[in-house]
C-alpha cells in the first residue's frame, strides 16, 4: 500500500504561482510512475501532468503546458513529487490530486485526499 499526501494549495491571484508538493510512503518501491489530476467543480477529474521514477520521463496535458512543471525527489524515507504552477488562470481552479502508479499496472492506482486551488481574477 503506499499513502499520498498533498500539501501547498490556497488561493492566488490570475498570472500567479504556486507549488503544490506530495509526499509517498509505504511500498513505494512498488512505484513507477507519480502524477497530479484535478478535478474542477461539476467536471469530471483530468490529467495534468506524470512523471516516471527511473528516468524522469515528463508529461503535461495541453492547457497546462508550458506553465506548469512536475519534478520528483526522495528524502524523509518517502518519494517526493512536486507541480510549480505558473501564470495561473481562473480555470486552473481545482482539487489537485497527487496520485501514484504500481509497476505493471495500467493505470493510477493510488490517490491522495487533494489540495484545494483556487484561482482569482
Known amino acids: 500500500q503506499v499513502h499520498l499526501m498533498e500539501s501547498g494549495g490556497g488561493s492566488v491571484q490570475a498570472a500567479g504561482s504556486l507549488k503544490l508538493s506530495c509526499s509517498g510512503s509505504g511500498e513505494t518501491y512498488s512505484v513507477c510512475e507519480m502524477g497530479w489530476y484535478r478535478q474542477a467543480p461539476e467536471k469530471e477529474r483530468e490529467f495534468v501532468s506524470r512523471i516516471k521514477r527511473d528516468d524522469g520521463t515528463v508529461n503535461y496535458a495541453d492547457d497546462v503546458q508550458g506553465r506548469f512543471t512536475i519534478s520528483q525527489d526522495v528524502h524523509d524515507n518517502k518519494l517526493w513529487i512536486y507541480l510549480q504552477m505558473s501564470s495561473l488562470k481562473t480555470e486552473d481552479t481545482a482539487m489537485y490530486y497527487c496520485?501514484?502508479?504500481?509497476?505493471?499496472?495500467?493505470?493510477?492506482?493510488?490517490w491522495g485526499q487533494g489540495t484545494q486551488v483556487t484561482v482569482s481574477s
Open positions: 496520485a501514484a502508479r504500481r509497476c505493471g499496472a495500467v493505470k493510477f492506482n493510488y
